[in-house]
């Protein structure tokens, strides 16, 4: 029997483990090394494949295909600095706790550490990233290897799967001929069936944390939720009478439920709130809130508070380390398991709460009423515009910041996303396409310039699949976010090659080149006909708005300023 036959044997049956286990999709980027492994993916008439020829670009599309649905996404590439290429959206699906199934393909072993061209050393390239990295071995097709290749990917999906979710790595060495035969058929006669671990909280633990639920505390939100976990959140808070704090990607503003008393300007009011508003208790849910003030308020209250931390993980991620209750267990399991407890609520804690919410969104409409369109304006008319339905990637840096700080409740359901696992500014086009790709949903991008240029090729991607993605294109020229920091100290000249960074670049060539729409919106009436526009007739655009990187700094002193002024009366 040829190498080519048994090849083709041994790789059908790892698509065949692939697709047991619940795989359903792959994005390829096509090479040499792994010619046979795209092939017979593309040709496989269970999975879905995309194709995305730039490595890091089609890492993150798969990584926001995976944030829609949480199934499994395969990527596949050659060997070399192709997979290196991965990394960036690999660390991120493994901070939020995403599968994605990475095949790269590699060299067999008489060609490794010799010389031999596109040859790296492949083994543990994603070192604590991945859950678990397989080493394939050669392609064998007896019987048993046959089983044993069926084995390793249906087991390695199913370990990408179940908590914590995350990544895993696949090397499959192979030798030439790379083309595989076409007139094999698959030889595997396995089935493969996981059965997921059933939890539910047990009655020990509903009478420890009961008497804590019943004194004075808050629900603090850092965690990427459903729409339908947030309303189960946002009910949750309403028949206890704890405030509820959670930035944007919690979409506790944009789930379509008010019930509860949500905190939408908790980076404005918790720096000026006294001890009146030291809870007894704090409820976790995930990673903190984007807005430091958040962490530096909880750092403030005393140690006889009480922490409890829900995560489904069970990865133990408190970043404040002072979890007194660690339970683990899903977020809607949690919240839906008190509905037949009754709960004394106290009106006085939940009214000063409302009060202190009240004032900064008073505070940041009135400012907004009479303000000069700028990128922060625009970002508050974008956020209070988008149709129930919707769904929008936030980029890091000032785009999340500005929907955190000048945001407020909707009744508008729509989805708000984001890459926080890490925080990175690449791969946000690149995961906006995959979200689109997947959800079929009126999709929106709200970016700053540099990270616009650090993923253009994911323009190629909206393009290629005729996704029609509207961008919101913050351009600051720069480095925007580093005039809110310590680093806007500096002199200038240290200052703007260092971190203002300005690029320069024009957009609308670049709208042009992936045969984008674009218009650079100059006044609040623009900016809304246009939002208006692509609600009605969704389509591939990008909508500049220019600013200053100092102007969001001024207005939000002035914010700061108004509401100590306010609350001090």
Not at 306 to 333: H, K, M, N
Not at 492 to 498: K, N, S
Not at 499 to 510: I, N
Request: aromatic letters at 8%; a negative charge; charged letters at 20%.
């Amino acid at each position: 029997m040829s190498n080519q036959e048994v090849m083709t044997d041994y790789l059908l049956a790892a698509i065949e483990g692939l697709k047991a286990a619940g795989a359903k999709r792959a994005v390829i980027s096509p090479g040499s090394r792994s010619t046979p492994l795209a092939l017979l993916l593309h040709r496989d008439p269970d999975l879905e494949c995309f194709v995305d020829v730039d490595e890091r670009s089609a890492a993150f599309f798969a990584l926001g295909m995976t944030k829609v649905d949480g199934a499994p996404t395969i990527l596949l590439c050659t060997s070399g600095t192709a997979a290196a290429n991965y990394y960036p959206a690999i660390c991120e699906a493994e901070a939020v706790n995403l599968p994605l199934i990475v095949l790269t393909a590699d060299r067999p072993p008489e060609l490794r550490g010799v010389g031999a061209p596109q040859a790296m050393d492949q083994q543990q390239l994603y070192g604590s990233h991945v859950k678990k990295m397989i080493e394939m071995t050669v392609p064998e097709n007896q019987p048993n290897m046959l089983r044993y290749s069926f084995w390793q990917t249906a087991s390695s999906v199913t370990e990408a799967t179940k908590q914590p979710k995350g990544p895993v790595h696949i090397n499959f060495p192979l030798r030439e001929p790379l083309l595989p035969d076409f007139a094999r058929q698959s030889q595997s006669q396995q089935s493969f069936v996981y059965m997921a671990p059933i939890k539910q909280l047990a009655e020990a633990t509903t009478q420890s944390l009961l008497p804590q639920l019943q004194k004075k505390g808050v629900i603090v939100v850092g965690e990427s939720l459903t729409i339908a976990q947030a309303k189960h959140l946002r009910l949750f808070a309403a028949k206890i009478g704890w405030p509820i704090i959670g930035d944007p990607l919690t979409n506790l503003a944009t789930c379509g439920v008010e019930a509860g008393t949500f905190i939408s300007q908790a980076d404005l009011v918790l720096p000026k709130v006294d001890d009146a508003f030291q809870p007894e208790v704090v409820l976790r849910f995930g990673r903190l809130p984007v807005t430091k003030n958040v962490l530096l308020w909880l750092n403030r209250l005393p140690e006889t508070t009480t922490w409890l931390f829900v995560d489904p993980s069970g990865q133990r991620q408190d970043q404040l380390q002072r979890a007194t209750y660690l339970i683990e267990t899903e977020i809607d399991t949690f919240a839906a398991h008190w509905q037949g407890h009754h709960f004394k609520i106290d009106q006085g804690w939940v009214t000063q709460w409302q009060k202190v919410q009240k004032i900064g969104h008073q505070i940041v409409a009135e400012h907004f009423a009479d303000h000069p369109f700028d990128e922060s304006q625009s970002v508050r008319i974008l956020q209070q515009t988008l149709p129930t339905d919707a769904q929008i990637l936030l980029a890091n840096s000032n785009a999340i910041r500005f929907f955190d700080r000048f945001g407020s409740e909707t009744t508008n359901a729509y989805r708000v996303y984001g890459n926080r696992g890490v925080n990175g500014i690449d791969g946000l086009v690149s995961t906006v396409a995959g979200i689109a790709m997947i959800s079929k949903k009126p999709t929106y991008l709200l970016i700053g310039d540099l990270a616009l240029y650090h993923d253009m090729n994911g323009l190629q991607l909206l393009r290629q699949y005729h996704l029609p993605v509207t961008i919101i294109l913050l351009n600051n020229n720069g480095g925007g976010i580093f005039s809110f920091l310590s680093q806007n100290s500096l002199a200038p000249e240290d200052f703007e090659p260092l971190f203002g960074t300005p690029l320069h670049l024009d957009f609308q060539k670049a709208a042009a080149l992936y045969e984008a729409d674009w218009l650079l919106a100059e006044n609040i009436e623009m900016f809304q006909a246009q939002i208006a526009a692509s609600i009605e007739q969704p389509k591939f655009q990008i909508i500049e708005v220019r600013g200053t990187q100092k102007d969001p700094v001024f207005l939000w002193e002035e914010c700061q300023q108004l509401f100590a002024e306010e609350w001090s009366k």
